[in-house]
């Protein structure tokens, strides 16, 4: 079992920077990578960065905003989400996740929603123009 929090949403404007964090806790935390997952209303659950438990690989996409980072200590994680120059299109509820697998590379696609097995609440990102 692994527990999941996120923190660090907020409304900003158009440009600015935020940084997401998700602290996973658990023993079982190095058989998954770890993720962000951003949702809109009417639209499905998509990935925006994930980074394995070595952090050697990592995915953020095509974008060059996002960074994606983790720290491990003992049992207990916090991946954060660096997110710079902001856009409206940025506006979700990002959930973190845990990977099954320990899947998450740069030379593949983003790991599928179905193989994440736990998941936080939740944390709000607004960007206004």
């Known amino acids: 079992q692994l527990q999941v929090a996120e923190s660090g949403g907020g409304s900003v404007h158009d440009g600015a920077s935020l940084k997401l964090s998700c602290k996973v806790s658990?023993?079982?935390?190095?058989?998954?990578?770890l993720g962000w997952f951003r949702q809109v209303p009417g639209k499905e659950r998509e990935g925006v960065a994930c980074?394995?438990?070595?952090?050697?690989?990592?995915n953020v996409g095509d974008s060059d905003r996002f960074a994606i980072s983790s720290d491990y200590a003992g049992d207990t994680a916090t991946v954060s989400l660096q997110m710079n120059n902001l856009k409206p299109e940025d506006t979700g509820l990002y959930y973190c996740?845990?990977?099954?697998?320990?899947?998450?590379?740069?030379?593949?696609?983003?790991?599928?929603?179905?193989?994440?097995?736990?998941w936080g609440q939740g944390t709000q990102v607004t960007v206004s123009s």
């Open positions: 658990g023993s079982i935390l190095r058989l998954y990578a």
């Open positions: 980074i394995s438990s070595s952090g050697r690989d990592t």
């Open positions: 996740g845990a990977i099954r697998f320990d899947t998450c590379s740069a030379h593949s696609a983003f790991p599928s929603t179905y193989l994440v097995s736990y």
